[in-house]
């Protein structure tokens, strides 16, 4: 057991209590992050006069060796020690003694531990902002690659209207950029330096916390020591917004799911991203959307479980807090997986366009532009509308489409119909026709892909 406070203690810490207080196996996982903080707090010291610069040089090529040495695996980070922050003050004072005692010298593990958190939460928020970007950039090229795609646009999982594989692609784009949009807005509200507000009081040093924030990249320092110790505002948020990124990948995973079935047959999963039966031989299974799907519940509980230990907690910090940690190193990892892996389907994914096609021309997806040819000839809506269900109803008893249907048969329904009622349901006209701003029309969706293009480029 290696702790920074024994001084004020006359026993040895239970061993059933220091393994169940300690947090070393899962805040390792910052130890970059707490060093980087480390230098800069020294360097502000020295700056300040409240270390010389050869003590300052002295513990910054100490921290340095550290640092190299965990990542070659040269130095283990062991259970040993209580936190991170115990293992690098720790081995910082074996490696250049003296001088390593002074690192703490106006900071607290409090501040301290604010800062690792955030200086990890901000790094990972680039890497999932740039995760979500490469998925819009796939989502991206199937939209311009499939302009002409015809398939069924579901409502209640029944055949509705037609609308095209872009306009479908497109959808999802637009999640994913709002997705992108929250992770942006995270970064800026959370990017404010809590170091130096000591346990919660500030200190008595006099710090330079402005000069703290700029060497590490924030905007500034926090404003209130009280809540820089005890903020975890920015980790809810992040859950909150990888709980919505999880939602959409799911959403997307169940109609991936559906569309690979054999009754669909929309789209093919590529052997790669595809799994077997070890009993059924002609199983080709869709494993990966089906994982996506299922993680989000583990991604669901992470921001379940911070709101509710932050819920109770007076000001200011409390030892709950060191809750923040675990789930949300699992909720991003399992994200960044879930992403990367997601992508890397899609775009390998074959779509069956031919099928896609066939299947909106017999699902009746034509029913409201028949109503609407109706309307063009004088009659009113609601009367269309029973016109068409009558000649539904008929197609449905001789197993026809409203395509194959010939002129005499429309007439004996309803003597409105001319030839080109074959031009008003044609399932391309269908589609084209519908050109208003956010339509699946090719004139409305180029418009989108060319906005879409410019976003991708500049953000
Ligand atoms: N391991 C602790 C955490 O994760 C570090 C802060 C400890 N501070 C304290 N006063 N015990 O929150």
Request: charged share 25%; net charge negative; aromatic share 8%.
């Amino acid at each position: 057991m290696a702790q920074l406070w024994g001084g004020r203690f006359t026993k040895e810490t239970d061993q059933l209590v220091y393994n169940f207080n300690a947090s070393i196996s899962f805040d390792q996982k910052f130890y970059q992050q707490d060093i980087r903080g480390s230098i800069a707090h020294v360097t502000m010291l020295a700056k300040q006069g409240i270390l010389t610069t050869e003590e300052r040089d002295q513990i910054i090529d100490g921290l340095n060796g550290i640092l190299e040495d965990v990542k070659t695996g040269k130095l283990e980070i062991t259970s040993k020690y209580e936190d991170i922050h115990s293992f690098v003050e720790a081995n910082l004072i074996d490696r250049i003694g003296e001088a390593g005692k002074k690192l703490h010298t106006g900071r607290s593990r409090n501040d301290q531990v604010a800062l690792d958190m955030k200086l990890y939460v901000r790094d990972e928020v680039i890497q999932l902002d740039e995760l979500v970007k490469s998925l819009l950039e796939t989502i991206e090229k199937i939209m311009e690659e499939n302009l002409h795609t015809y398939m069924p646009g579901f409502t209640h999982l029944q055949k509705a209207q037609p609308i095209t594989l872009a306009h479908h692609m497109g959808a999802y784009f637009e999640m994913f950029r709002r997705d992108r949009g929250r992770l942006t807005d995270i970064y800026k509200r959370m990017n404010f330096c809590p170091l130096g507000s000591g346990a919660l009081a500030g200190t008595t040093y006099p710090l330079d916390r402005n000069y703290t924030a700029e060497l590490l990249d924030f905007d500034g320092p926090t404003l209130n020591s009280m809540d820089s110790v005890s903020d975890r505002d920015y980790v809810i948020e992040l859950l909150s917004a990888l709980s919505t990124i999880m939602m959409h990948l799911s959403r997307f995973s169940e109609e991936v799911i559906i569309w690979n079935t054999n009754e669909y047959g929309f789209v093919e999963i590529d052997d790669a991203y595809s799994t077997g039966s070890s009993i059924m031989p002609q199983k080709k299974n869709p494993d990966i959307a089906e994982l996506v799907r299922g993680k989000t519940g583990r991604v669901y509980a992470a921001l379940m479980s911070i709101l509710t230990t932050m819920k109770g907690l007076p000001l200011a910090y409390n030892k709950d807090m060191q809750e923040d940690k675990e789930l949300t190193f699992d909720a991003i990892d399992t994200v960044k997986g879930c992403l990367a892996l997601f992508t890397g389907m899609l775009a390998t994914m074959k779509f069956c366009d031919k099928v896609m096609e066939d299947s909106a021309k017999n699902g009746f997806t034509n029913a409201t532009d028949a109503a609407d040819y109706l309307v063009g000839k004088g009659v009113p809506f609601r009367d269309a509308h029973g016109i068409v269900g009558q000649l539904v109803l008929y197609c449905i008893d001789k197993n026809l489409s409203l395509d194959d249907m010939s002129l005499e048969e429309y007439k004996t329904i309803s003597p409105v119909f001319e030839a080109d009622i074959y031009d008003a349901v044609s399932m391309k006209n269908c589609v084209e026709r519908r050109n208003t701003i956010g339509a699946p029309g090719a004139e409305a969706m180029k418009n989108v892909i060319a906005e879409n293009q410019k976003y991708l480029k500049e953000n």
